[in-house]
């Protein structure tokens, strides 16, 4: 049963920084793409970050570009995303998810996580 569990996510103030983590669990995660996923009241889903399976690779929306770092850990099945200089933009649920390629489309994600609640307030 594949599970991805998501954590680290609370109420900051603009400036503050956060780590998050997804735990994963039933799937073979070190051959799987893994992506941040957020999606704020109201307004659709967003692509955040994804890294690739080895971690070699990873990509980021120009709306967190320079302000968050994606990072993995195969050992432990997990994947994590430090967010620095956060903004009241950035208040979303932000979920978990796994594909076994990269996509840009998140539709395409197989995997998802049940997400985590990022509240920045100005």
């Known amino acids: 049963q594949v599970q991805l569990v998501e954590s680290g996510g609370g109420l900051v103030q603009a400036g503050d920084s956060l780590r998050l983590s997804c735990a994963a669990s039933g799937f073979t995660f070190f051959t799987y793409w893994m992506y941040w996923v957020r999606q704020a009241p109201g307004k659709e889903r967003e692509f955040v970050s994804a890294i690739s399976a080895g971690g070699g690779r990873v990509y980021y929306a120009d709306s967190v570009k320079g302000r968050v770092t994606i990072s993995r850990d195969n050992a432990k099945t997990a994947v994590y995303l430090q967010m620095n200089s956060l903004k009241s933009d950035d208040t979303a649920v932000y979920y978990c998810?796994?594909?076994?390629?990269?996509?840009?489309?998140?539709?395409?994600?197989?995997?998802w996580g049940q997400g985590t609640q990022v509240t920045v307030s100005s």
């Open positions: 998810a796994a594909a076994d390629h990269y996509f840009s489309d998140t539709s395409r994600y197989a995997y």
